[in-house]
């Protein structure tokens, strides 16, 4: 895999500068993103997912422009937002999930198949039919990792998976996203749940702030948030 590469990115939306000057080369396996709220995250996994184009600079994927070509970017990143209501788009989940398989090429016969084959191995069959609008929280979070699984990207973009899920579901989810193959990059507020990666970049004002082992960026962060939330409230708008 040739990685991902950020070649002095950066990106501006109503007149403010939301993140600028990243160079950075994304290759390790497990990749955790870290920041206050505000600080860019998100909108540096839209970037690296295409979609949107950045205001300077340039973003790789696997050797492809992720916002020029959409079906190669679609092969090779998939992303999990933070709100499955933002993800969601059809009323039942064979037709939610069969949705991005479609996208990247296969016919509706064969997606539905693979789409009830899915179900079936994960002990689902009996979700296929259901209305979405029945789905738990927690079970659309589900649906929606299960979308981005089966399109069987080399990337996977995380943003805060964990955010409104109880404690046995995020040890599934853990359990589950562990087990996977795939390149994982994933955006936490949280230090504890970017213990295990490889490597921890932390942003800071859209900018980056550091960057390595996470047993060298997290006791910073740490250290770093305590500092903050001692401090007076705290009610900037960022830019
Ligand atoms: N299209 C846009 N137009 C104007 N401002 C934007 C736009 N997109 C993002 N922002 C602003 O850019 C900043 C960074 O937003 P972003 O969502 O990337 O941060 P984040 O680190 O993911 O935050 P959080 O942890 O709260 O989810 C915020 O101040 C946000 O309001």
Not at 227 to 232: L, N, Q, T, Y
């Given at each position: 895999?040739?990685g991902?590469?950020?070649?002095?990115?950066?990106?501006?939306?109503?007149?403010?500068?939301?993140?600028?000057?990243?160079?950075l080369?994304?290759?390790?396996?497990?990749?955790?993103?870290?920041?206050?709220?505000?600080?860019?995250?998100?909108?540096?996994?839209?970037?690296?997912?295409g979609?949107?184009?950045?205001?300077?600079?340039?973003?790789?994927?696997?050797?492809?422009?992720?916002?020029?070509?959409?079906?190669?970017?679609?092969q090779?990143?998939?992303i999990?937002?933070?709100?499955?209501?933002?993800?969601?788009?059809?009323?039942?989940?064979?037709?939610?999930?069969?949705f991005?398989?479609?996208?990247?090429?296969?016919?509706?016969k064969?997606?539905?198949r693979?789409?009830?084959?899915?179900?079936?191995a994960?002990?689902?069959?009996?979700?296929?039919?259901?209305?979405v609008?029945?789905?738990?929280?927690?079970?659309?979070?589900?649906?929606?990792?299960?979308?981005?699984?089966?399109?069987?990207?080399?990337?996977?973009?995380l943003?805060?998976?964990?955010?409104?899920?109880?404690?046995?579901?995020i040890?599934?989810?853990?359990?589950r996203?562990?087990a996977?193959?795939?390149?994982?990059?994933?955006?936490?507020?949280?230090?504890?749940?970017a213990?295990?990666?490889?490597?921890?970049?932390?942003?800071?004002?859209?900018?980056?702030?550091?960057?390595?082992?996470?047993?060298?960026?997290?006791?910073?962060?740490?250290?770093?948030m305590?500092?903050?939330?001692?401090?007076?409230?705290?009610?900037d708008?960022?830019?």
């Open positions: 895999m040739a991902i590469t950020l070649r002095d990115l950066g990106y501006a939306a109503a007149g403010k500068v939301i993140l600028a000057g990243l160079n080369q994304l290759d390790q396996r497990r990749i955790a993103i870290i920041g206050r709220n505000g600080s860019g995250k998100t909108t540096l996994l839209r970037l690296i997912a979609l949107v184009a950045p205001s300077h600079g340039a973003v790789t994927v696997e050797g492809i422009d992720p916002y020029r070509d959409r079906k190669g970017a679609l090779r990143i998939g999990l937002f933070q709100n499955p209501e933002h993800q969601i788009l059809f009323p039942t989940v064979e037709e939610e999930l069969a991005g398989l479609r996208q990247q090429g296969m016919t509706q064969d997606a539905l693979r789409t009830r084959d899915a179900l079936a994960e002990g689902r069959a009996h979700w296929a039919q259901a209305s609008s029945t789905l738990s929280g927690g079970q659309k979070q589900w649906l929606c990792l299960q979308a981005v699984l089966l399109m069987a990207p080399e990337t996977i973009l943003d805060e998976p964990f955010s409104g899920l109880d404690l046995p579901a040890a599934r989810v853990t359990r996203l562990e996977l193959p795939q390149r994982l990059i994933t955006i936490s507020h949280d230090p504890a749940s213990a295990k990666a490889e490597r921890v970049i932390w942003l800071e004002a859209g900018r980056l702030h550091a960057d390595g082992p996470a047993d060298q960026v997290l006791p910073q962060f740490t250290a770093e305590a500092r903050i939330g001692e401090a007076d409230a705290d009610a708008l960022a830019g």
